[in-house]
């Protein structure tokens, strides 16, 4: 959780330096798709942001949707989040339209696809809860994956296919049960307890 806060910071502390210093210099360096210049966005786009209320409107689902991410400990969120930046970034650069794709929006979609995706692949109370909270909050967000002009929706659709792929990857394997191996559970009596049992009788 301390990563993501300090993730959130870093996100803050680029758009004023961005926007009090360098004339909106640094937002310029997004994703742009197919060029070899914005193959630099995959990694700094997701702390890019177009105003201050562009970073504010990805802040809080952030740090929600991170913080269920991160509970489940902080090698899986951050194995998440390396694969949400970098193969959502790579799939946004090589199919996403011409443009300057940047925002943590991706980021956000890609924990809502690992959230998602770990409740379907492995079917635990503790995969499902979270789930279950994410549909009941933020399932308006999927608004974001229907195609909008100046949005980038196509950055919300890779981040989440991402997330549900790290959530596949990262699934916790349920042990099988005897009847899924096969085999019939037998049930043995312990001879020595029983003939003391009897003669106790």
């Known amino acids: 959780m301390g990563l993501l806060?300090?993730?959130l910071v870093a996100i803050?502390?680029?758009e004023v330096i961005d926007s009090v210093a360098l004339?909106?210099?640094a937002q310029r360096h997004g994703i742009r798709p197919r060029e070899v210049e914005g193959l630099g966005g995959i990694l700094w786009a997701p702390f890019l942001h177009s105003d201050f209320g562009h970073a504010a409107s990805n802040s809080v689902p952030l740090l929600a949707l991170?913080?269920?991410?991160?509970?489940?400990?902080r090698r899986y969120w951050?194995?998440?989040?390396?694969?949400?930046?970098?193969?959502?970034?790579?799939?946004?650069?090589?199919?996403a339209g011409s443009g300057n794709h940047i925002?943590?929006?991706?980021?956000?979609?890609?924990?809502l696809g690992a959230l998602l995706g770990a409740a379907v692949f492995e079917r635990r109370p503790r995969a499902m809860a979270p789930a279950l909270v994410v549909l009941g909050f933020y399932s308006g967000l999927l608004v974001g994956l229907v195609p909008q002009d100046a949005i980038s929706w196509e950055g919300h659709l890779f981040g989440m296919v991402a997330g549900i792929a790290a959530s596949r990857w990262l699934a916790e394997r349920r042990a099988p049960r005897p009847a899924d191996r096969g085999e019939i559970q037998i049930?043995?009596?312990?001879?020595?307890w029983f003939d003391q049992r009897g003669s106790e009788d």
């Open 5 to 7: 806060l300090l993730a």
């Open 12 to 14: 803050w502390a680029i």
């Open 23 to 25: 004339d909106d210099w």
């Open 66 to 73: 991170g913080g269920l991410v991160a509970a489940r400990g």
């Open 78 to 95: 951050g194995r998440v989040t390396v694969v949400v930046i970098l193969i959502g970034g790579v799939l946004t650069w090589a199919l």
């Open 103 to 111: 925002g943590a929006s991706g980021v956000v979609f890609g924990y």
């Open 187 to 192: 049930w043995e009596v312990d001879g020595s």
